[in-house]
């Protein structure tokens, strides 16, 4: 039974009654991608699911559809759908809260820093933006923790099982689960496709190794969970591709992913060169720190808000041989976007290293597309404000990154060792540094917009908590 103490009472408390004011005085703003959204949500509501394979593909699937709900219950009570897509959007900040307290329990942190991560979760300008605007993000929250508890939960009943005496139903009940989180994490934003070989990967070297030691019950019930949760994911995963294959002539979940890759690739290496890659550097934290060092014209180069259709056409000799159809044209491209990463790989491992360090620049108070209240403009917009939340919580997210590394080094034999005991916090913490790991090199690898790094922001919270944890602990021994 999960204890909570008077401190994580009141968090939640000052929380709630903040997004009732913030609600009830802000308005979402229709603009860039949030028309799109709206636009697809319209679709699914007035023409349905036919209409939205038929004209796709489109945008990953689930927070079209919510929006759709949204647009049903506001013509059901005759209000703007807008009221009860903030109502959903808080109910998934809240549960994020929820489902963070819960790990961070796990990872045995004390009350008053779980109720300052609580806390900084309801009061958070990036957070609280993302519950106010028309964006996806929001959604993925929560199914991110569900599944770092799910892949936790699971591994550590494959640990601290001897000879495979773990029931087999509770295995496949939480395989079922681990996959179904993940394909709705996919249903959000398709980058997470990729994500469940490599969250399978500990469960396939603990199968390897059970099936070493002769212990066949074991190694029974692993390869069962294995196959459950890949099956969890990928049946309905490319049931959904092969609608879009159906209505519209494209075995794809979503648009773009190839066109992306291709546009970065030849933005970083078409003019790489010293400046270039200092100008990319200063750029990291924002266009502000770079305008005043190399100009408005190199620093807007590397720019969030590029043209694709440009960087993509810009060369048509380049892509004149491409077919027409969609699936042959997205093979064109990467193999191109290989053949120009090859050319140069030192350069192009540089240059997504440094554009990586975005990653680490998730909490800003100046999202936009959110209309606040003038005094609430007023503070957000400040620039001394921007500049503390920016570098302080970077600073923090990179330290206690570097700190979950060392941790995971240093513990790195109990991963796939059997014990009964001490396991939970090494289980947590390998399956939060494999998402924040594969999260941020295959990120790194695309264009880098804030709001995009959200989905991981509560994980970068959990190892800051864990990490200043540590330290209050080793001072505590040593003054013991």
Known sequence: MLKISRSIILAFTFSILYW???????????????????????????NGWGDFFRTGPH??????????????????????????QKIIQFSFLLLTQILSLIILKKLKINNFLCACIILYIGFSPAFVN????????IAAYPFILLTVIFASTSYKNILITKKGRSTQKLSLLLAFLLGTSILMITFVKGIFE?????????????????YRLKQKEASNNILAFIIIAALSFYLPFNAYKLANKKYNGNF?????????????????????????????????????????LFGNAACAYWTPLIDINKLLYNHKDEISDAPTTSNAFKKILLMKTFKRIFKNPFAYTLMTATVGLKLFFWESSKLGHVAYPDWMDKIFWNPG????????????????????IKFIWQHRKNIFAFKT????????????????????????????????????????????????????????????
């Open 20 to 46: 009732i004011y913030v609600g009830y005085v802000s308005q979402i703003a229709l603009a860039n991608d949030a028309i799109a959204y709206d636009n697809l949500g319209s679709l699914i509501y007035n």
């Open 59 to 84: 945008r990953e699937p689930f927070y079209p559809f919510l929006i759709s709900v949204t647009m049903s219950l506001g013509k059901l009570f005759s209000i703007s759908y807008h009221i009860p």
């Open 130 to 137: 993302s519950s106010l605007s028309l964006f996806s993000e």
């Open 194 to 210: 990729l994500f469940i070989p490599f969250l399978l990967i500990p469960f396939c070297i603990m199968l390897i190794k059970t």
């Open 252 to 292: 794809t979940f979503t648009t773009r992913g190839s066109e992306v890759l291709y546009a970065e690739t030849k933005r970083r290496m078409d003019n790489f060169s010293a400046k270039n890659w200092l100008t990319a550097l200063v750029y990291v934290p924002g266009h502000r720190y770079c305008e005043p």
């Open 385 to 404: 404000l921007e500049n503390i939340l920016n570098f302080s919580v970077a600073l923090l997210s990179f330290l206690a990154f570097l700190y979950l």
């Open 421 to 480: 005991q001490n396991n939970e916090v090494t289980c947590y913490l390998l399956f939060v540094f494999l998402i924040l790991s594969v999260f941020m090199t295959i990120s790194s690898l695309f264009i880098i917009l804030t709001r995009y790094m959200l989905p991981i922001a509560p994980l970068y919270l959990i190892i800051i908590a864990f990490t200043i944890q540590q330290i209050v602990n080793r001072i505590k021994s040593r003054h013991s």
